[in-house]
């Protein structure tokens, strides 16, 4: 475990890692109100919120947020991404599982 002074507060940085050096991933699932975009397990989701830009990465604590029109950028691992183009929608984090619900999608 790592800690790190931010804006004179301590937070811990985990790294994404099981103790055997495994990254740990999440579910995470794309729909819009015609299809399923994406369905499987990434490192994290980097997402357009309606008060700025966030990110989700595996053991997340519970949330929904709103979203905005924008980039969503999939951290499939350590590495590799991809990315879609949204349009509003909301995020549901839940158990490891982040859903994300969007008007439209389109793979940039």
């Not at 004179?8 to 050096?21: G, K, Q, V």
């Not at 700025?52 to 595996?58: A, I, N, P, S």
């Amino acid at each position: 475990m790592k800690v790190r002074r931010f804006e004179n507060e301590l937070i811990e940085i985990r790294d994404h890692e099981s103790p055997n050096h495994q990254i740990i991933f999440m579910t995470l699932e794309i729909l819009t109100p015609e299809q399923k975009i994406f369905s499987g397990d990434v490192y994290g989701v980097q997402l357009p919120g309606i008060a700025g830009l966030f990110e989700v990465l595996d053991r997340h604590a519970p949330m929904v947020s709103a979203l905005k029109e924008g980039k969503l950028k999939i951290l499939k691992d350590k590495t590799a991404t991809s990315s879609y183009s949204i349009k509003s929608g909301f995020v549901e984090v839940l158990n490891n599982k982040t859903t994300v619900l969007v008007e439209g999608a389109v793979e940039n």
